[in-house]
């Protein structure tokens, strides 16, 4: 039971932060904060995505090309310009790669606008870093796993924001339904979204890509809308009218 708790925590704790603070805040600026929440959020993606923290610098440039390049040979990641999800989660990886490193001059079209802290962006990108991680949810299953299936689950620890992302990317543009013709192949996944947190409403984030609700129909819930909705409530963010 403790392994199963585990795993589940760090996919939403994990995912959680991915989608709301590199997605929709470092990526769309869907809510502005004050530098300390920022840095409190900052902190927090950085724990719970541990081993695979991303960049926010990072994934804010290469979301951005992603949108503006929807299913086309300059996605970074649609698809359908791969024979599997594994061949484009290594281009995917090398794109990001290049944007950590700054040898890419994306920069240029997509300008700033994105949160940025040098002390955790060299923390959390180091290898160091990442092996401790690795090293403390390896612990982790061998004091309290209690069958040999369960450390079945343990390589996806190592690698859970690339998990997410491969999910979304590759099922949010090949298989559901869509709501708006987007000039793109982006899809609803399902209506239910409660495993991805929202995020395989891609149809509907990419017809309006600055709105912090994914769900644009009665039945399709957004689960993270409505945390987002209470900070604002509590005044710990600011959500921006969207256009």
């Given amino acids: 039971m403790s392994i199963l708790i585990f795993f589940i925590g ?13 997605h929709r805040y470092a990526s769309h600026r869907m809510f502005t904060t004050n ?15 541990g081993a695979s923290f991303l960049n ?4 804010a440039l290469m979301h951005r090309e992603h949108h503006a390049y929807s299913d086309t040979e300059k996605d970074p990641h649609s698809p ?11 281009a995917t990886a090398k794109t990001f790669r290049d944007h950590v490193k700054r040898t ?49 689950l343990l390589p996806i620890h190592y690698v859970m924001g690339p998990v997410h992302g491969a999910i979304v990317n590759w099922c949010g543009h090949k298989y559901g339904y869509s709501n708006f013709d987007n000039n793109d ?5 399902t209506p239910f979204d409660f495993l991805m947190l929202g995020e ?6 990419h017809r309006h890509p600055n709105s912090a609700n994914f769900g644009k129909r009665w ?10 909705k209470l900070l604002h409530i509590l005044r710990i963010i600011k959500l921006r009218k969207a256009a």
Wanted: overall charge negative; charged content about 15%; aromatic content about 28%.
């Fill in 10 to 22: 760090h996919w939403f704790l994990s995912l959680f932060f991915q989608t709301f603070f590199q």
């Fill in 35 to 49: 530098k300390f929440w920022e840095r409190v959020f900052y902190l927090m993606a950085y724990i719970f995505e």
């Fill in 56 to 59: 926010p610098r990072a994934y």
């Fill in 80 to 90: 359908h310009f791969f024979t599997d999800v594994y061949q484009m989660m290594i």
């Fill in 104 to 152: 890419t001059d994306s920069e240029a079209k997509f300008p700033g606008h994105y949160p940025e802290w040098p002390l955790i962006d060299r923390i959390g990108s180091s290898i160091l870093s990442r092996l401790l991680f690795g090293a403390g949810y390896t612990w982790f299953y061998i004091v309290f796993a209690t069958e040999w299936w369960m450390f079945l």
């Fill in 185 to 189: 192949k982006s899809k609803n996944t």
């Fill in 200 to 205: 395989l409403f891609q149809n509907n984030h």
């Fill in 219 to 228: 039945f399709e819930i957004d689960p993270v809308f409505p945390v987002m």
